[in-house]
């Protein structure tokens, strides 16, 4: 497992492979190992390798920096995360822009629940503040199963990370650099509280200093890690607004707190929504109903599925994954539990929603009707 890992992290290390074309290479070669076992005339042969490339790869002088890294999770207790591995968050890997491997110190697991992330602006006004915190508040009275995700920047998105905290909901604090420091420092504490109950999560190794491009690059960690997006607070440049425009480009549902026509730090926000480019939120109860979170009666009488005189295997064994998450699983994450291609469940799933057997709800969740 330690040479796999050293392949894992190594892999990211090369100068000029980004995820995309590691994950191409990976898939051309059938293995990440088989990526530094090549032969490098062979290596050059491969689509967007070429001689430059297929020369760094066969150094594998990036393989002592992983030795290194290793060392350094072991002794943390770091957790891992290579994108073909289940442990990997699903909705990520929706993103084709995804990072290949994830570092993560907490509790919290990465696919399980609804996340939610909270984005705005680093100087946040009283206004933003308290809506910030209400609604964090009322989504932990409301939602059972609930992790609220953001960045750990001064503030909106500390903000988000205290009132989690103070309302006992799991957070994740992305990074834009390693675990090795906390970035800005003054907001350790709440680091460490955060890992009582959710965690810390990057794409970058320790020694990496926390570099404005660093900050931009993980903006897509969280825009592809949520189910739905707020921005509470904005100006009209920023980088809530990059997460924003990430968000919809990930098919993620965005909505934006207004504020007034003449106030600077809500223009990004008005903006967001004058161009249909986020939903207006005003509260939590506006997020839970948009995104149909709410809670169902149990008396509510509901179509039973054994009620189908016919039903396949695959309807079956559908059904059954979907029973045991009463919340719903996202399409992704189903594709992988059933190692079914998402173009054939895809079809399969629709075929089922017009005959009532399960229903499709926002951000490619899909519930059983029970």
Same mark, same amino acid.
């Given at each position: 497992?330690?040479?796999?890992?050293?392949?894992?992290?190594?892999?990211?290390?090369?100068?000029?492979?980004g #995820?995309?074309?590691?994950?191409?290479?990976?898939?051309?070669?059938?293995?990440?190992?088989a990526?530094?076992?090549?032969? %490098?005339?062979?290596?050059?042969?491969?689509?967007?390798?070429?001689?430059?490339?297929?020369?760094?790869?066969?150094?594998?002088?990036?393989?002592?920096?992983?030795e290194?890294?290793i060392?350094?999770?072991?002794?943390?207790?770091?957790?891992?995360?290579f994108?073909?591995?289940?442990?990997?968050?699903?909705?990520?890997?929706?993103?084709?822009?995804?990072p290949?491997m994830?570092?993560?110190?907490?509790?919290?697991?990465?696919?399980?629940?609804k996340?939610?992330?909270?984005?705005?602006?680093?100087?946040?006004?009283?206004?933003? %503040?308290?809506?910030?915190?209400?609604?964090?508040?009322?989504f932990?009275?409301?939602?059972p199963d609930?992790t609220?995700?953001?960045?750990?920047?001064y503030?909106i998105?500390?903000?988000a990370?205290k009132? /989690?905290?103070?309302?006992?909901?799991p957070?994740?604090?992305?990074?834009?650099?390693?675990?090795?420091?906390i970035?800005?420092?003054?907001?350790?504490?709440?680091a460490? %509280?955060?890992?009582?109950n959710?965690?810390?999560?990057?794409?970058?190794?320790?020694?990496?200093? #926390?570099?404005?491009?660093?900050?931009?690059?993980?903006n897509?960690?969280?825009?592809?890690?949520?189910?739905?997006?707020?921005v509470?607070?904005s100006?009209?440049?920023?980088g809530?607004l990059?997460?924003?425009?990430?968000?919809?480009?990930?098919n993620?549902?965005?909505?934006?707190?207004?504020g007034?026509?003449?106030?600077?730090? /809500?223009a990004?926000?008005?903006?967001?929504i004058?161009?249909?480019k986020?939903s207006?939120?005003?509260?939590?109860d506006?997020?839970?109903?948009?995104?149909n979170?709410?809670? /169902?009666?149990?008396?509510?009488?509901?179509?039973q599925? /054994?009620?189908?005189?016919?039903?396949?295997?695959?309807d079956?064994?559908?059904?059954s994954?979907?029973r045991?998450?009463?919340?719903?699983?996202?399409?992704?994450?189903?594709a992988?539990?059933?190692?079914?291609?998402y173009?054939?469940?895809?079809?399969k799933?629709l075929?089922m929603?017009?005959?009532?057997?399960?229903?499709?709800? #926002?951000?490619?969740?899909y519930?059983v009707?029970?």
């Amino acid at each position: 497992m330690e040479d796999l890992l050293k392949y894992q992290i190594g892999i990211t290390l090369i100068k000029g492979i980004g #995820p995309n074309l590691a994950k191409n290479l990976i898939a051309y070669l059938g293995s990440v190992e088989a990526v530094f076992k090549e032969k %490098k005339q062979h290596l050059a042969k491969i689509p967007g390798i070429g001689e430059v490339l297929s020369n760094e790869i066969a150094s594998q002088d990036v393989l002592h920096r992983a030795e290194k890294e290793i060392e350094f999770i072991q002794k943390n207790k770091i957790q891992t995360h290579f994108f073909t591995s289940k442990s990997y968050p699903f909705r990520l890997k929706e993103c084709p822009d995804s990072p290949i491997m994830l570092y993560y110190k907490g509790n919290r697991n990465l696919n399980e629940g609804k996340f939610i992330g909270i984005v705005g602006t680093r100087k946040a006004t009283e206004y933003g %503040k308290d809506i910030c915190k209400q609604m964090v508040s009322d989504f932990s009275k409301k939602l059972p199963d609930i992790t609220i995700v953001s960045g750990l920047a001064y503030g909106i998105d500390v903000c988000a990370h205290k009132a /989690s905290c103070s309302s006992n909901l799991p957070t994740i604090g992305v990074l834009g650099h390693g675990l090795d420091r906390i970035y800005p420092g003054m907001h350790r504490s709440t680091a460490v %509280k955060m890992l009582k109950n959710g965690g810390l999560l990057t794409e970058f190794m320790s020694e990496t200093n #926390p570099d404005r491009p660093n900050f931009v690059q993980r903006n897509r960690i969280i825009a592809g890690m949520c189910d739905a997006l707020i921005v509470v607070e904005s100006g009209k440049k920023g980088g809530a607004l990059i997460t924003a425009d990430l968000a919809n480009d990930y098919n993620r549902d965005v909505f934006a707190v207004p504020g007034r026509t003449n106030d600077g730090f /809500s223009a990004g926000c008005n903006m967001l929504i004058k161009y249909n480019k986020a939903s207006l939120a005003e509260s939590a109860d506006d997020i839970i109903r948009l995104m149909n979170w709410e809670v /169902s009666d149990v008396k509510t009488r509901e179509i039973q599925a /054994s009620l189908f005189e016919e039903l396949t295997e695959n309807d079956k064994e559908i059904i059954s994954i979907l029973r045991k998450n009463a919340d719903g699983v996202n399409v992704n994450e189903l594709a992988i539990l059933l190692n079914k291609p998402y173009s054939k469940l895809s079809s399969k799933l629709l075929e089922m929603e017009f005959k009532g057997l399960v229903k499709c709800l #926002p951000g490619g969740m899909y519930k059983v009707v029970k």
